[in-house]
Nanobody, 121 residues
């Protein structure tokens, strides 16, 4: 089974940075990994995704140029470096594993429990 655990969330001022990490304590990654987020009262939304080799990535327009997704298959981890954070980035961030690079929630089969990111103005 794939067991995903996120870490690295917290409280940061606007303009600051955070680095989220997702560890798979189950079987080795063999597929795409993604980050999604959900703010209170809103639907979960796509943030970023990366394929197995790391050669292919995609980002939501709202984070493009500020966030970077990366993965280390030897360590079974995928990270999300978040720079120039804005109050509107405040949300619970979820790591997910899917069969292929996709922006669609339904394409991801496994999910972590989420980590809270709060950006103060």
């Amino acid at each position: 089974q794939v067991q995903l655990v996120e870490s690295g969330g917290g409280l940061v001022q606007a303009g600051g940075s955070l680095r989220l990490s997702c560890a798979n304590s189950g079987r080795t990654f063999t597929n795409a990994m993604g980050w999604f987020r959900q703010a209170p009262g809103t639907e979960r939304e796509f943030v970023a995704t990366i394929n197995w080799s790391g050669a292919r990535t995609a980002y939501a327009d709202s984070v493009k140029g500020r966030f970077t997704i990366s993965r280390n298959n030897a360590k079974n981890t995928v990270d999300l470096q978040m720079n120039s954070l804005k109050p509107e980035d405040t949300a619970v961030y979820y790591c997910a594993a899917g069969g292929s690079v996709s922006t669609i929630i339904a394409d991801y089969n496994y999910w972590g429990q989420g980590t809270q990111v709060t950006v103060s103005s």
